[in-house]
T-cell receptor, first 111, second 113 residues
Framework: QQNVQQSPESLIVPEGARTSLNCTFS?????YFWWYRQHSGKAPKALM?????GEKEEGRFTIHLNKASLHFSLHIRDSQPSDSALYLC???????????FGDGTVLTVKP | GGIITQTPKFLIGQEGQKLTLKCQQN?????MYWYRQDSGKGLRLIYY???????QKGDLSEGYDASREKKSSFSLTVTSAQKNEMAVFLC????????????FGPGTRLLVL
């Protein structure tokens, strides 16, 4: 059974800081990786995905995947107060398989 | 674009009661999901359905039933509500492209007295 762990549990950073969120997974056959963001009281929304080893950048957000280390991460450049939310990583083995979520990191960006 | 609608938004039940939550999507997505989220934590999969009339158990299916009546709708039943239970139930759907990225509804908030 897939085990997905996130660190840290919570994080407070000043506006403009670079933020790093981590996710480890247990199933080495995992192929599909997402970061979701959930603002308080709202639905989770997919932020970024990556399906092969390496790095992918979209605006202020960068995702790194290292399958050999069973680890992927999300980096936020120039963090904004509007980035304050629960960040959930998610992993699955096959395209039609179950998606397993971590417990999340609560990010607070102080103005 | 599309939207996922969940009804009701809030549900207050009594211990032992059978409770039904409903989800509708107009994305025309094949796959639909039900998740439970406890107090700002991660999501745990209860049931999912790859296509109409299909049902697959998730990691948390005990105590729940599900029904995929048609492509656009997916219902979840709490078979016997547990006292002091409080959680948010999230419905999602995904297309056959873009890696099956899941799109979520706003949730049903459950409180059992």
């Amino acid at each position: 059974q897939q085990n997905v762990q996130q660190s840290p549990e919570s994080l407070i950073v000043p506006e403009g800081a670079r933020t790093s969120l981590n996710c480890t997974f247990s199933d080495s056959a995992s192929q599909y990786f997402w970061w979701y963001r959930q603002h308080s009281g709202k639905a989770p929304k997919a932020l970024m995905s990556i399906f092969s080893n390496g790095e992918k950048e979209e605006g202020r957000f960068t995702i790194h995947l290292n399958k050999a280390s069973l680890h992927f991460s999300l980096h936020i450049r120039d963090s904004q107060p509007s980035d304050s939310a629960l960040y959930l990583c998610a992993v699955k083995r096959t395209n039609t398989g179950k998606l397993t979520f971590g417990d999340g990191t609560v990010l607070t960006v102080k103005p | 674009g599309g939207i996922i609608t969940q009804t009701p938004k809030f549900l207050i039940g009594q211990e032992g009661q059978k409770l039904t939550l409903k989800c509708q999507q107009n994305f025309n997505h094949d796959t639909m999901y039900w998740y439970r989220q406890d107090s700002g934590k991660g999501l745990r999969l209860i049931y999912y359905s790859i296509t109409e009339n299909d049902l697959q158990k998730g990691d948390l299916s005990e105590g729940y039933d599900a029904s995929r009546e048609k492509k656009s709708s997916f219902s979840l039943t709490v078979t016997s509500a547990q006292k002091n239970e409080m959680a948010v139930f999230l419905c999602a759907s995904s297309p056959r492209d873009r890696g099956y990225t899941q799109y979520f509804g706003p949730g049903t908030r459950l409180l059992v007295l």
